[in-house]
C-alpha cells in the first residue's frame, strides 16, 4: 500500500480511494445495499482508508450507505470521507444542474453529514463548475464551513487552472478532482501540472475508464436500465471494439513487461503520472481483489512512451468524458 498526506487531514491517506457513485445506483442501473456495505466494508480490510461519494450519486443513496456501511464498521477516525456539494437535483425528473450558491451549499453541507452519520467530513468538493456563483464567492462559503469545523478539506473537481485561481482568491485549496485514466489524459496538460505546482492534492477519478480497463469488459456485455454506459460515446460501435483492442493490447504489455494484468496497470498508470489518489469505483466485493498487485513497482518513462504507441495504433477515434457534465441553469 502506498499513502500521501493531505494538509489539513491528521492521517495519511491511501493513494487508491474507493468510489462510490456505481454504488449509489443512479446512472449505473441500480444498486444492492447488502452488496455494496460488504464492497465497503472488503476495500476498508484491504487497507483502503478514503472513501469518495455525492451527495448526487443515487439522490443521497450512495451517502446514505457509505454512512450505514461505515458505522458498522466503526474506526471512523482512521477513515477519511470525501464528499461533494453544488449539485442540485430533481429526482422525479430525473434532473441534475450546477448550484454552487451559499444557501444550496449550507443545505447540503448538513444533509450530508446526516446521511454520512459523522459531524465532520474530511474533504468536501464542489462537484462542478457553476458560472452563476462567482468562484470565490463559493470559496468563501467553504471557508466559513471550514472555520466552524464541519469540514477540513476544501477541494474542486472539474476546474479549469483559471477556475481554482479564481477560487483560492476566497479559500485555501486542497483538493481537485479531475477525471483521469490511460484513455482520458486531458489534465496532463493542464490541471495537473497547475496542482502539482500548487500543492494542491489530486483525486482523480475513472481510473479504469468506467470498466473498459478492468480486463473484463467484453463487446457482447449488456448495461441494465440507466447504466451510463448505454450513453458513454466509448461503449458505442465502432468505437467501442478500438478501446477493448487497445485493452487486449495493454494486457499483453502488463503481462509481459511486469507480470501484472491491465487493470493493475491502469492504477500504476495513474499514480506515476503523478496523480496523488486514484479513485477505483466498485460495487462488488470480488472488485477489490487486484489491489495488492497494484503497489510494489512502476512504470518506466520508456514504457509510458509504448502505452502512448499502442493508444496510437488502437484508437482512430478517441473521445473523452464530456458527455458526462451536467448543465448549469
Ligand atoms: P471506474 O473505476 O473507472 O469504473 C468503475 C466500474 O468498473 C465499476 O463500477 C465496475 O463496473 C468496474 N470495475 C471496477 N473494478 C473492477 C474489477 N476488478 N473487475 C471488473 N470490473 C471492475 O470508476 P468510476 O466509478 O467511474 O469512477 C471512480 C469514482 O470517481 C466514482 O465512483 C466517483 O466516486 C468518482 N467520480 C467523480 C466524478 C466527478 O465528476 N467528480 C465523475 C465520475 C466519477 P461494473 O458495474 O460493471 O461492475
Redesign the pocket.
Known sequence: MEYIRIPGLDKDVTRVA??????GGWM?GGTDEYESVKTIHTALDKGINII???PV?GFGRSEEIVGKALKEYGKREDIAIAT?TALEWNAEQNAVWRNSSPSRIRQEVEDSLKRLQTDVIDIY?V??PDPNTAFEETAETLAQLKGEGKIKVAGV??YSPEQMDAFRKGADLGVC?P?F?IFERAIEQDVLPYCLDNGIATLT?????????????ASDRT?PGD?LRNVDPKFKQPRFEQYLTAVERLQEFAKTRYNKDV?HLAIRFVLDKGASVA??????P?????LPGMFGWHITADDFKEIGNILNETIKDPVG?EF?APPSK
Not at 474507493?18 to 454504488?23: V, Y
Not at 477519478?205 to 469488459?217: D, E, F
Not at 470480488?286 to 487486484?290: D, F, G, L, S, T
Open positions: 474507493l468510489g462510490t457513485w456505481a454504488i449505473w469518495d461519494t455525492a450519486y461533494k468538493q462537484h462542478w473537481s472539474n478532482q477525471p485514466n477519478y475513472g481510473a479504469l475508464c468506467r470498466g473498459l480497463l478492468s480486463g473484463k469488459m448495461f447504466d487493470v479513485l477505483w469505483g466498485g460495487r462488488h470480488e472488485e477489490m481483489n487486484p468524458p458526462m
